[in-house]
RNA sequence: GGAGAUGUAGCGAAGCUGGCCGUAACGCGCCGCACUCGAAAUGCGGUUGUCCAGAAAUGGGCACGUGGGUUCGAAUCCCACCGUCUCCGCCA
């Protein structure tokens, strides 16, 4: 949700800054149709006040045993006036509330415009690894080392699931462990959130009304409207942790981290090349958040990319940072920078997290402030966000990175505690 | 799933035979002042959010879980929905 006041003040510099991330609007008959919402509301409050007094004097005047009937004449007539300007004015609001939620947040002023194609590298670590021999892809490895069962995950879920088994569901479980550890020593609260959430839920981190279609709905017995869906990531369930608080400015930053599967969709989007577990309708995530006073998100989202690439780094994974250009970064968000892994398979780096700044974007919609200590007035906090991490493209990259001529695979040192001490995958 | 209770400020709580009740009794908490060498105790004062108009001072509207209804007038009466609690049933 955008501030309506800036809309109003500077509707140029608004269209511009949408524009950067290809967003085309016209705000001409916004404006008009703002400027008729309040001359409405300002016509009929008045008619309240008068309304009000006049519904004071009537008990008076009728102890003093005076006529009421001119009196009660005319609140009949005000009643009317103001129910029928109450209906317009409501029309107009959920006409302009309609409208705003659809617009998606302003891009940061170091954001470049445009979309993908001006995304840009802005850090590697590690090198591309070479391999003297034919490298596998991680579905045939996975497979000939039982970690993965896509045929089973098809045969349970259908198309765009798998099993981990073995010491492949171990391996996913020592990655959670891994996150998990880091996070609690760097003094995050530990969350584990309902599934289901509401929709209130969705509206507040961003995604609806837009995108109502690309999670899991639970339809309602009356098969049409849905009031719950199956969260598509813990950052769903984390922003509304606070909705409709007025926070104290002490309290800030809160930091926490969620562990839940996330739930996709992912209607159309089946690729070729993203064949195994780079794209699925269900996939592991750790998810780190923070409420932050807006002089502080510069810096928390600094943290957090940092956060993310010490996992990724610590792993021994190669994998580069990109910052996103405005059109790349999602609707709520008004700065992204995406960890990207290796993939030797795909030869290309894949998300396993994306960092992002939402200024005061989801707090606007979800109603989650701070009491200035200055001013004593409450103001918007400022939510980021980033995943720390996903294990669906860090579990795949282990697997083809460190695989080796034999066809085992290395584990990385910091997981080996958590895989009974072993350092190998092998058949 | 069945029965009952309940939802009022940061917390507890009164009001619920309709107008004198919404900044909202009373208590706690918090802030300021006084007393004090300082503190405690005590005393006095303050302490919701939002929208509209206005340069501002200020004036006004709305909000008693949410949404409707009755009425000149609703925290109060009626209806629906949501949350919480207790008991019963079922169940991992």
Redesign the pocket.
């Known amino acids: 949700m955008l501030d309506?006041?800036l809309i109003r003040e500077q509707p140029d510099f608004v269209r511009d800054e949408l524009a950067k991330k290809g967003y085309a609007v016209d705000f001409s008959v916004f404006l008009e149709r703002?400027?008729k919402?309040?001359?409405l509301?300002?016509e009929?409050?008045?008619l309240?006040?008068?309304?009000?007094?006049?519904?004071?004097?009537?008990?008076q005047l009728?102890k003093s045993g005076q006529d009421?009937a001119p009196?009660?004449a005319r609140?009949?007539e005000?009643?009317e006036t103001i129910?029928s300007g109450d209906e317009q004015i409501?029309h107009l609001n959920t006409v302009q509330k309609a409208f705003l939620d659809a617009l998606p947040n302003l891009p940061a002023d170091d954001v470049l415009p445009g979309g993908k194609e001006n995304n840009q590298v802005v850090r590697s670590v590690g090198k591309r690894p070479e391999f003297s021999f034919q490298p596998q892809h991680h579905v045939d490895l996975c497979e000939r080392l039982g970690l993965i069962d896509y045929k089973s995950g098809a045969r349970l879920g259908g198309s765009g699931f798998w099993v981990y088994r073995k010491l492949g569901a171990q391996l996913e479980w020592a990655l959670l462990n891994y996150f998990i550890e880091e996070h609690l020593k760097d003094g995050y609260e530990m969350i584990l959130p309902p599934h289901i959430l509401t929709w209130q839920c969705g509206y507040t981190a961003g995604q609806f009304p837009k995108f109502a279609d690309d999670v899991f709905q639970l339809r309602q017995d009356d098969g049409e409207s849905f009031?719950q869906f199956i969260l598509p990531t813990a950052e769903t369930a984390l922003v509304n942790l606070h909705r409709d608080e007025?926070l104290s400015a002490d309290q800030l930053p809160l930091k926490y981290f969620a562990f839940t599967p996330c739930y996709r969709k992912e209607a159309g989007s089946y690729r070729a090349e993203e064949r195994g577990m780079i794209r699925g309708h269900q996939f592991n995530k750790i998810e780190m958040f923070q409420y932050v006073l807006p002089g502080q998100a510069d810096q928390a989202l600094q943290e957090l990319v940092d956060k993310a690439s010490r996992l990724v780094e610590n792993l021994g994974l190669h994998f580069q940072v990109s910052k996103l250009a405005a059109g790349d970064c999602s609707a709520s968000m008004r700065r992204t920078y995406d960890i990207e892994v290796w993939i030797p398979s795909m030869n290309d780096y894949k998300e396993v997290s994306s960092a992002s700044d939402a200024g005061d974007y989801q707090a606007r919609r979800g109603?989650i402030?701070y009491?200035d200590p200055a001013s004593?007035?409450?103001?918007f906090v400022h939510t980021l966000n980033a995943s720390g991490l996903a294990t669906s493209r860090i579990f795949p990259a282990i697997i083809e990175q460190f695989q080796m001529a034999d066809g085992r695979i290395a584990i990385p040192d910091v997981l080996q505690k958590w895989m009974g001490g072993i350092k190998w995958l092998e058949a």
């Open positions: 309506i006041t703002d400027a919402r309040r001359q509301i300002y009929t409050e008045r309240k006040a008068e309304k009000n007094q006049t519904s004071a004097q009537i008990p009728k009421v009196l009660l609140m009949k005000i009643n129910k409501s009031s007025i109603n402030r009491r004593q007035k409450p103001g």
